[in-house]
């Protein structure tokens, strides 16, 4: 599971048998999982973070959407 980031706890991954979905990330730590959907940045499903660590993730993920695009296209191509 390629790692993109490690910021303020949280580690955004992407998981490679995934590809088939939307591009998307996975977040981990601070006692919690998400997914975090691209094209437009929305939450898709999280366990055990509470409303501000949401946003969090998702302003973070907001951020760095772009680049991560362009590493899902990388790895899983466009379609």
């Not at 730590?29 to 969090?56: C, H, M």
Request: hydrophobic residues 35%; glycine residues 12%; contains cysteine.
């Amino acid at each position: 599971m390629p790692r993109l980031l490690e910021e303020a706890g949280f580690v955004f991954r992407f998981r490679m048998g995934d590809c088939q979905e939307r591009p998307h990330v996975h977040v981990t730590g601070n006692g919690g999982t998400a997914k975090i959907w691209f094209g437009p940045v929305a939450l898709e499903r999280s366990r055990g973070y509470a409303d501000p660590q949401i946003g969090q993730i998702l302003r973070i993920a907001g951020a760095h959407e772009q680049e991560w695009l362009v590493e899902w296209e990388k790895r899983c191509g466009s379609d």
